[in-house]
């Protein structure tokens, strides 16, 4: 079990890098008023959300205590960016003030993550 649960670690931190890289690939252009959601940031997002879905499970399975307050906050933080990266995914031009929510609340669940034991 401990195999498989470091493999889907693994794959959330995939998920993980493809949103916050998405992101930082559009640091530039968010200056400038043209940032846009990437599909690698939709596709990491979503990514996260199914591995981090699967790894609740499999502690749970394993009889590992879970935080569900934390899980809880975390999957909230993920939903909103979720949802801001497929509603705005088409655009041409997103606001800054939505491109710039969607990487610190994926910082933020990343600490989250780390620092809340």
């Not at 690698?40 to 499970?57: D, E, F, P, Q």
């Not at 879970?66 to 909103?80: D, E, S, Y």
């Not at 960016?81 to 003030?97: P, T």
Request: overall charge neutral; proline content about 1%.
């Amino acid at each position: 079990m401990d195999v498989l649960i470091h493999v889907f670690v693994g794959l959330h931190i995939v998920g993980i890098g493809a949103l916050l890289g998405g992101f930082f690939s559009q640091l530039k252009a968010m200056g400038a008023g043209e940032a846009r959601m990437t599909p690698a940031m939709l596709h990491g997002a979503l990514t996260m959300l199914v591995t981090g879905a699967a790894l609740v499970g499999l502690h749970q399975a394993d009889d590992n205590s879970v935080n569900n307050i934390k899980i809880g906050v975390k999957l909230a933080l993920l939903i909103v960016v979720l949802g801001l990266v497929y509603v705005k995914r088409d655009e041409e031009k997103v606001e800054s003030a939505a491109f710039g929510t969607v990487g610190a609340l994926t910082t933020a669940n990343i600490f989250i993550a780390v620092l809340w034991t």
